[in-house]
């Protein structure tokens, strides 16, 4: 399957060949918020206190200067953050395409509402079940479930919305009921992955939804030839292409990615003006797989991003701290994020 053909996360042949520290930022994520009023068993909750809304602006107001394309708003709950709403219109107003929101799914139907008409094209909700008593087992909620789905059905039809089942030896067992519940609420594609602390098989059927959802179907093809979701392979590149134009923030601070952040890894540096730069030099001089938080939980699909982005730049950026010199443009961005 071609990078281009798994939605969500914006990867491409393109982007691969001229991602560097010049070129246009593609996807970054602020932790908007520590707080959650779900209390989900597997949950790498990150952050503290609200984000103080002049460093929030200060960040998207970076991002923005650097082309960003896709900025996704997250926490804990994004939605308990008070001035997510006015964040959004910032980063309408400062022209970036793609606005993501990463929820629960169980604020008020009329907040959803709300932040699409002030500019989110892409929601991911989750949802780990399929019936409101695993709902409840798996966000300790009483309620949450019959909440989401609710807004699933009603919000689907009107924006880019993906859920994301995160599978736990509480509900995997369930995987493919999972899977047929959630295809049936009109959602634009359903992303299955296991548990940082859980196994990382899949047992899941395809054949029944695959033409429909990008990102399950890639899944279902890796469980189908015994490949894990998360982790590097002996022969997969040691050298991490996203963090070139891919950056994860939280407080002050700026990270490798999203997953690494949860994890517990450094952060790169500090956010300001040289985070391009400081991203860059981690890149080249950081072995991915020696590197037990990268080894263990890299997701397949940016695995596999990362082996495409050595494969492209072998010639250009092979030794380490050498710059590719392939023309940066992104014309024609294909997905959304």
């Known amino acids: 399957m071609k990078l281009e053909e798994i939605g969500f996360y914006t990867l491409s042949d393109a982007r691969a060949a001229t991602a560097s520290e010049t070129s246009r930022l593609m996807r970054c994520e602020v932790i908007l918020t520590g707080r959650c009023n779900f209390r989900c068993p597997y949950c790498r909750r990150v952050g503290g206190p609200d984000i103080d809304f002049e460093q929030a602006y200060q960040t998207v107001r970076l991002w923005s200067a650097e082309r960003l394309y896709t900025i996704r708003f997250s926490g804990g709950e994004p939605t308990l953050y008070p ?53 409840e087992l798996m966000t300790a909620t009483i309620g949450a479930w019959d909440r989401t789905v609710e807004n699933i059905r009603a919000l689907a039809g009107s924006v880019y919305l993906t859920v994301g089942v995160v599978l736990t030896s509480q509900n995997a067992r369930r995987i493919n009921e999972i899977v047929e519940f959630v295809a049936d609420l009109g959602v634009s594609d359903i992303r299955v992955i296991p548990a940082a602390q859980g196994e990382n098989r899949l047992d899941i059927w395809g054949g029944l939804f695959e033409t ?50 949860r994890e517990g890894g450094a952060a790169i540096g500090t956010v300001g003006a040289g985070m391009r730069g400081e991203r860059a030099r981690w890149s080249a001089d950081h072995d991915t797989y020696t590197d037990p938080i990268c080894r263990r939980n890299c997701l397949d699909v940016c695995v596999d991003y990362n082996n495409k982005f050595a494969a492209l730049n072998a010639n250009g950026i092979k030794d380490k701290g050498r710059r590719n010199d392939i023309d940066r443009q992104h014309s024609d961005l294909g997905r959304p994020d």
Do not use: Q, W
Request: charged share 25%.
């Open 83 to 135: 001035r997510l709403e006015e964040l959004v219109m910032t980063a309408r107003r400062f022209g970036i395409e793609k606005i993501a929101v990463s929820t629960n799914g169980s604020a008020p139907l009329y907040l959803y509402r709300r932040l699409i008409e002030a500019g989110v094209n892409d929601l991911s909700v989750s949802l780990d079940a399929c019936c409101a008593a695993d709902g």
């Open 212 to 261: 429909k959802f990008p990102i399950l179907a890639y899944r279902v093809m890796n469980a189908a030839t015994g490949r894990l979701v998360r982790g590097l392979r002996e022969t997969d590149s040691r050298r991490c292409g996203l963090v070139m134009d891919d950056m994860a923030v939280c407080g002050d601070k700026h990270y490798p990615c999203i997953i690494y952040m």
